[in-house]
């Protein structure tokens, strides 16, 4: 059973700047597709970047240039640093896990960007 913890939310201004950090039990970040997704009150949930075992990276357009997602294979971490961050950022931010056909989400973290 693969476990995602995330940490690093909270509330930030207009303009600010969030890392969020997933720590995955095992070595599944390695070797295996990793990704960032929100989820907005009201909204569908929504992916906003991945990155591959090899450490290729994609975002969604909404956060392009904004947001980079990177990992640290010996601690187990997948990082998302937000920056220049909107109110329409803010969500529910959650890490996912692509182990062959199957998705593992953690619990999730909250983004509020608010003056």
């Known amino acids: 059973q693969v476990q995602l913890v995330e940490s690093g939310g909270g509330l930030v201004q207009p303009g600010g700047s969030l890392r969020l950090s997933c720590v995955a039990s095992?070595?599944?970040?390695?070797?295996?597709?990793m990704a960032w997704a929100r989820q907005a009150p009201g909204k569908q949930r929504e992916l906003v970047a991945f990155?591959?075992?090899?450490?290729?990276?994609n975002y969604a357009d909404s956060v392009k240039g904004r947001f980079t997602i990177s990992k640290d294979n010996a601690k187990n971490t997948v990082f998302l640093q937000m920056n220049s961050l909107k109110s329409e950022d803010t969500a529910v931010y959650f890490c996912?896990?692509?182990?062959?056909?199957?998705?593992?989400w953690g619990q999730g973290t909250q983004v509020t960007v608010s003056s």
């Open positions: 996912r896990a692509q182990f062959r056909t199957v998705y593992y």
């Open positions: 095992g070595s599944i970040i390695s070797s295996n597709t």
């Open positions: 990155i591959t075992s090899s450490g290729n990276t």
